[in-house]
């Protein structure tokens, strides 16, 4: 994205549809992805036993994805929009790096594993996925493109984690579940 359309997209989302409501509403997208995927992992490890192989799945994904947001945001080192910009920033942060957003990253990442085994959920969590997205934007935390870049990462990562996993433990790919 052309960086004059990349602040143009923050600005509009961030300042032009701003409103008492999503003030209020988009602050939790911050603490959603936590809350989500605590209780997505915790609900397969202890769902089934079955379930067992793809929680562990979900937290080897969670511990690769920290390991490569952590490389890539070091060797962009992306400041933030608030950091240069007049944007509105509704939540602290701590990780002054900016590309690509982690909130995003992990929550595509992991939605793209469960969708492998589950699509219906799978549907319900890259919507809310795309929600902490645009949440990340709204807060001024992130530009369109740290998201739209975490949002491919997740998604490009998790395939191959897929594909890897298919591999070395291909009976999780074969249960009945």
Known sequence: ???????????????TLAN????????????????????????????????????????IAVVVNLMFVTVLKDSIARERP???????????EEDNRSFPSNHTQLSFLLSTVVFRFYRRLGTVLFLLSSLIGLGRIYLGVHY??????????????????????????PKIFHKKI
């Open 82 to 92: 608030y950091q240069v910009l007049d944007v509105r920033q509704l939540v602290p």
């Open 144 to 169: 369109p493109t740290d998201v739209i870049g975490g949002a491919v990462i997740g998604i490009l990562l998790a395939l191959l984690i897929l594909k890897i996993s298919r591999i070395y433990r």
């Open 20 to 59: 008492s409501i999503l003030d209020f509403i988009m602050p939790f997208t911050h603490l959603l992805p936590y809350l989500i995927w605590s209780l997505v992992i915790a609900f397969f490890f202890f769902w089934k036993k079955r379930t067992h192989d793809i929680a562990l799945l979900m937290m």
């Open 1 to 15: 994205m052309v960086p004059n359309l990349d602040v143009a997209i923050l600005f509009f989302i961030n300042k």
